[in-house]
Each structure stands twice: as structure tokens, then as C-alpha cells.
């Protein structure tokens, strides 16, 4: 059964402080690996779509990477308005291809 | 102007009874979906229509039973409310279907007393 584990489950950071998100995951066949951000009361917000091993994408002060195990979501001099949920989700290439969703790490940001 | 909108955004009923959620997108997407979000926070899908059509249904019990009119639209009904119906509802909507990008409501927060 496909699996997807994010760590740390909470990390707090000071504004400026960078850090790193985990996202591990099992699939049998990976088609795509997407992040996305969740603020309280909102639903989640797409960030990026990751392919293949090697690949990286980046956006303002987020950039992820992709192994053929894990991802990162790296953030890079934080900023309090970065503070959220942040959602890994996978995607296999067979069937219906529907997404499944890691946990989530929620990250507060104090400035 | 809200892309994927749904109502209501908080239900608060009793076990036994049966309550509707509806969704509508404007973003002209051929897919839509229900995930349920519990209280640890795991997104699962529920649901998923493409132009009409069903082409997720994940084990979920029978008293959901969802309706799509058409391609705009995607609603939830559940019957005979349980407590472990409680939860946050997402609809989303993607472009076409297989994409992982998908654009989600605000969710309906549902409390069954």
C-alpha cells in the first residue's frame, strides 16, 4: 500500500532561521510528488510537481527536491507569513491516479 | 471571485439525521473531488467525477453518496449521520483528470453530536 511520511510533525523556527521539511514516501511507481500549503480554516494550496529523481523546483523562499525516496522542501530565511501546514502528496501511474497525502508539518515562523 | 466554493462551511447535527454539502467550481475543470480530513490532519479521497462521471470511489460507506449534475457541480450527501462522520470536507476540482494539481474549497467542517 502506497505511503507517504512527513517529518517533523511541528517545527518551529525563528524568522530568518532555514530549514528543511521530509517528505518520505513507498509507491509502487511514482508518476508525481506535489507539496502543498494549508493555512488554518483554508483548504490546501497547490506549491509545486516534482517528476523525477534529481529534479527541483523553487518559489520565493521554497524550493523542493526529489530522490527516489524522499523529498525536501527546503525554506531559506523564513518569514512569519510561511507559517502553515505544509502537505506532501503522491501520485502512481496506474489506475485512477489519485493523490495520496502524507500528515503534514506544521510550521510556525516567530518573527 | 471563489474558484471552488462550498456550503455550508460549518454543519452541526445530531447522530441519525442526513445533511447535504454542495460544491461548484469556475474554473471550467473536468474533474472534481471530496477528500475528508480527520482530526489528525490525513487528506483522504472520497470521491472523484470526471465530466459527469464517477471514476473514484474509495471505501467509503454507502450512507455518502455524492451527485454530480454536471461538470460544475459535485455534491455530498450523507445519511444516517454517525460521530465518526465528523471531520473537515474538501471539494476540489483539477483541469482534467490524473493531474496532481488540484485547487480545493474551503472545506465544511462537519460536527455530529
Known amino acids: 500500500e502506497d505511503q507517504v511520511t512527513q517529518s517533523p510533525e511541528a517545527l518551529r523556527l525563528q524568522e530568518g532561521e532555514s530549514s528543511s521539511l521530509n517528505c518520505s514516501y513507498t509507491?509502487?511507481?511514482?508518476?508525481?510528488l506535489f507539496w502543498y500549503r494549508q493555512d488554518p480554516g483554508k483548504g490546501p494550496e497547490f506549491l509545486f510537481t516534482l517528476y523525477s529523481a534529481g529534479e527541483e523546483k523553487e518559489k520565493e523562499r521554497l524550493k523542493a527536491t526529489l530522490t527516489k525516496k524522499e523529498s525536501f522542501l527546503h525554506i531559506t530565511a523564513p518569514k512569519p507569513e510561511d507559517s502553515a501546514t505544509y502537505l506532501c502528496a503522491v501520485q502512481r501511474p496506474q489506475g485512477a491516479q489519485k493523490l495520496v497525502f502524507g500528515q503534514g508539518t506544521r510550521l510556525t515562523i516567530n518573527p | 471571485d471563489t474558484a471552488v466554493s462550498q456550503t455550508p462551511k460549518y454543519l452541526v447535527t445530531q447522530m441519525g439525521n442526513d445533511k447535504s454539502i454542495k460544491c461548484e467550481q469556475n474554473l471550467g475543470h473536468d474533474t472534481m473531488y471530496w477528500y475528508k480530513q480527520d482530526s489528525k490532519k490525513f487528506l483522504k479521497i472520497m470521491f472523484s467525477y470526471n465530466n459527469k462521471e464517477l471514476i473514484i470511489n474509495e471505501t467509503v460507506p454507502n450512507r455518502f453518496s455524492p451527485k454530480s449534475p454536471d461538470k460544475a457541480h459535485l455534491n455530498l450527501h450523507i445519511n444516517s449521520l454517525e460521530l465518526g462522520d465528523s471531520a473537515v470536507y474538501f471539494c476540489?476540482?483539477?483541469?482534467?483528470?490524473?493531474?496532481?494539481?488540484?485547487?480545493f474549497g474551503e472545506g465544511s467542517r462537519l460536527t455530529v453530536l
Open positions: 509507491v509502487s511507481g511514482l508518476r508525481g
Open positions: 476540489a476540482s483539477s483541469r482534467k483528470q490524473g493531474t496532481g494539481e488540484l485547487f
